[in-house]
């Protein structure tokens, strides 16, 4: 069967195709906000993606039968076409998302979306670096297991040759980079994890909407915006406008320790999703 989630897609689309009865292409621009349509994109191509999927799948079968003598059944391969209505869907998606101004934030919630999507970028670069890192480390460390059974002499000249590569030893620089890939990690996270937090929290927001139309500048017109856990604390600039602020102490309760870190790490590799908080 296919999945729900295409019927949802459809019904968002004929919705769309019926106002669109009602309403020129510029209505319906306005009409979702940019986050809507990045959603219906989403769904438009996970819907294609699926009929791929499906197609791959029901190829194989009908050419493992067609081997043997197997006769494929009209319309068998049906779910692995794309209809034109998914192609249609994917389309408008396209528009409404590549016609969006996205670039100027107009509240701090979006402002601190735009933010974290940022940070997610550089903290998805940071896991891969120390990925490649740990591996390096983790190629050397692996020699602790044969040095617990060099006891023997053969054994042992093999595990000081082991130890002359550079694969199989350890150095200052390798070090740097692993702890400097940790470090990176850390910081990515962190700004990643507050500026979610603090698109999330409505007081937050809310404060700094009211001094902006107060001050009379566009919250997305900012220049800087830099956050310092340790005081919990943004400070947000609007050098054009000749503003700065700081907005402090309210993210405490979404705050995580090394031991909720672990937690956390424990359940996903045994759950493969996240906790709930």
């Given at each position: ?5 295409l ?36 769904n ?10 499906s ?17 494929v ?13 998914e ?7 396209k ?18 979306m735009?933010?974290h ?13 120390l ?11 692996a ?5 617990t ?18 694969a ?23 700004a ?53 602020a700081g ?31």
């Amino acid at each position: 069967m296919r999945p729900q989630k295409l019927l949802l897609t459809l019904s968002l689309f004929s919705a769309l195709v019926s106002v669109s009865a009602q309403a020129n292409a510029q209505d319906l621009a306005t009409t979702l906000t940019g986050q809507q349509k990045i959603e219906y994109l989403k769904n438009a191509i996970e819907d294609i993606q699926t009929r791929i999927d499906s197609g791959s799948v029901l190829t194989v079968g009908a050419t493992g039968y067609a081997a043997i003598g197997g006769v494929v059944s009209d319309n068998a391969l049906a779910d692995g076409i794309i209809t034109q209505e998914e192609l249609d869907a994917y389309l408008q998606a396209k528009d409404l998302v590549t016609g969006h101004d996205y670039a100027i934030a107009q509240t701090a919630e979006q402002l601190f979306m735009q933010e974290h999507a940022a940070a997610m970028v550089n903290l998805s670069a940071a896991v891969d670096t120390l990925t490649a890192a740990t591996n390096v480390i983790a190629t050397a460390t692996a020699i602790a297991i044969i040095a617990t059974e060099a006891d023997t002499k053969p054994e042992q000249v093999a595990l000081q040759n082991i130890l002359n590569t550079d694969a199989g030893s350890i150095d200052a620089g390798e070090v740097a980079e692993y702890n400097d890939a940790v470090a990176a990690v850390e910081d990515y996270a962190q700004a990643a994890g507050a500026f979610m937090a603090a698109a999330n929290n409505n007081e937050l927001t809310a404060t700094i909407d009211s001094y902006a139309t107060q001050s009379n500048f566009v919250v997305g017109s900012y220049t800087a915006i830099t956050y310092t856990q340790s005081v919990d604390e943004f400070v947000i600039s609007w050098a054009d406008a000749g503003f700065e602020a700081g907005f402090q102490g309210y993210l405490t309760p979404d705050m995580k320790s090394a031991a909720d870190l672990y937690a956390a790490g424990e359940y996903i590799n045994t759950y493969g999703g996240y906790p709930t908080q």
